[in-house]
């Protein structure tokens, strides 16, 4: 069961564009909400996350915004940098849960 | 660098064998988390050890098992391998057994198994 979903496998932005990562998922019990940036050959890294108590969470030229009654996530990221170029994985979970559920991942490009 | 060693990097085997994969986690996290991740596929979560006992269990085939030892490193045991079990598996570990707040998961860069 696919409680995390990406459905753009890809993305590619100009640099010094915004980039707009989106991620939705199907359960409401969901309540913390992470991102990851995977370069080839390495594990993911933890970029920024979002507790349901908030809608927004800024770090940086990273934002993620959360959109509850949509159930609905996005990263946000200004000015793209072509070393900004990764996989991207979008992760939820509970606090009674003792798992994180990843979406697919996108793959972003940004050009120079 | 995470701080989580995976080994090894690579592995190659073929159909019906047994392989042995191993993770260290950072010092001081006390659960490991393992992760499978098919081509173009997301990161499949297999299993949870915190502190030498299982905690949760995900879509982990009967053919692979795992244990965490008393130095809290973990071992996932894969056998009578498929063509299918080709893939990334990921070791993760963090300081605390929940998935809430505070308890972000570090991840190894992976063992790359290809069965032939």
């Known amino acids: 069961d696919q409680q995390v979903k990406q459905n753009s496998p890809s993305l590619s932005v100009q640099e010094g564009r915004i980039s707009i990562l989106n991620c939705d998922y199907t359960n409401s019990m969901f309540d913390y909400f992470l991102w990851y940036k995977k370069y080839p050959a390495e594990g993911p890294t933890f970029l920024i996350s979002?507790?349901?108590?908030?809608d927004k969470n800024e770090d940086g030229r990273f934002t993620v915004f959360l959109n509850k009654s949509a159930k609905h996530l996005s990263l946000h990221i200004v000015p793209s940098q072509p070393g900004d170029s990764a996989v991207y994985f979008c992760a939820a979970s509970a606090r009674n849960f003792n798992k994180f559920y990843f979406g697919s991942g996108t793959k972003l490009n940004v050009k120079p | 660098d995470s701080g989580v060693t995976q080994t090894p990097k690579h592995l190659i085997t073929a159909t019906g064998q047994r392989v042995t994969l191993r993770c260290s986690p950072r010092?001081?996290?006390?659960?490991v988390y393992w992760y499978q991740q098919s081509l173009d596929q997301g990161l499949q979560f297999l299993i949870q050890?915190?502190?030498?006992?299982?905690?949760a269990k995900g879509n982990i085939l009967e053919r692979f098992s795992a244990q965490q030892f008393p130095d809290l490193h973990s071992e996932l045991n894969l056998s009578s391998l498929e063509l299918g079990d080709s893939a990334l598996y990921f070791c993760a570990s963090s300081p605390r057994g929940g998935a809430g707040a505070k308890n972000i998961q570090y991840f190894g860069a992976g063992t790359r198994l290809s069965v032939l």
């Open positions: 979002i507790s349901s108590i908030k």
């Open positions: 050890y915190y502190n030498g006992e299982e905690r």
């Open positions: 010092s001081g996290d006390l659960s």
